[in-house]
T-cell receptor, first 111, second 112 residues
Framework: GENVEQHPSTLSVQEGDSAVIKCTYS??????FPWYKQELGKRPQLIID?????GEKKDQRIAVTLNKTAKHFSLHITETQPEDSAVYFC??????????FGAGTTVTVRA | DTAVSQTPKYLVTQMGNDKSIKCEQN?????MYWYKQDSKKFLKIMFS???????INETVPNRFSPKSPDKAHLNLHINSLELGDSAVYFC???????????FGPGTRLTVL
């Protein structure tokens, strides 16, 4: 099955700086890569996603890049704000429609 | 106007009991899921139903039995609860199998 590794497990950044989270996946058949943000005690919420036919996608301060050859994808958050503090999960979906999640990255934005 | 809802939000029960968690979505989606999030925040798929048909059935003890009475509902029944079942259970739905998944608010299950 698909194995998704996510790094780092924790990330502390100064407000205004950028944050980068990296994920690798094992199954070359994976074709959909969403990122979810989960605030404490809340549900995971989709923040951005990318499909395998696209190399990069941007939505305001958030961007995701995908390198299919290397089987890795990354989340970039620019101009971080205190409300960006949360746990971020990457995920990869294979042809059997299962969504496999990374272990999560706890992001803390210091004011 | 909640898109994906779950009841109850919290569930505290004794070992050996049987309990159910209910999930409903009003998005008109065809596919629904159950995920388990353990104490280390790891999210793992348990089951998926598409048009009331079981599509994904991960390696889950058969004490867990999902039931989908219609496309808008997916319930999870757990028999003979064990300490290790303590977790947050999330329901999710998507328009179809290959589409974006939207999560419910979660049910925190504590087994004493």
């Amino acid at each position: 099955g698909e194995n998704v590794e996510q790094h780092p497990s924790t990330l502390s950044v100064q407000e205004g700086d950028s944050a980068v989270i990296k994920c690798t996946y094992s199954d070359s058949a994976s074709n959909y890569f969403p990122w979810y943000k989960q605030e404490l005690g809340k549900r995971p919420q989709l923040i951005i996603d990318i499909r395998s036919n696209v190399g990069e996608k941007k939505d305001q301060r958030i961007a995701v890049t995908l390198n299919k050859t290397a089987k890795h994808f990354s989340l970039h958050i620019t101009e971080t704000q205190p409300e960006d503090s949360a746990v971020y999960f990457c995920a990869a979906r294979t042809g059997d429609y299962k969504l496999s999640f990374g272990a999560g990255t706890t992001v803390t934005v210091r004011a | 106007d909640t898109a994906v809802s779950q009841t109850p939000k919290y569930l505290v029960t004794q070992m050996g009991n049987d309990k159910s968690i209910k999930c409903e979505q009003n998005l008109g989606h065809d596919t629904m899921y159950w995920y388990k999030q353990d104490s280390k925040k790891f999210l793992k798929i348990m089951f998926s139903y598409n048009n009331k048909e079981l599509i994904i059935n991960e390696t889950v003890p058969n004490r867990f039995s999902p039931k989908s009475p219609d496309k808008a509902h997916l319930n999870l029944h757990i028999n003979s609860l064990e300490l290790g079942d303590s977790a947050v259970y999330f329901c999710a739905s998507s328009q179809f199998l290959a589409d974006t998944q939207y999560f419910g608010p979660g049910t925190r299950l504590t087994v004493l």
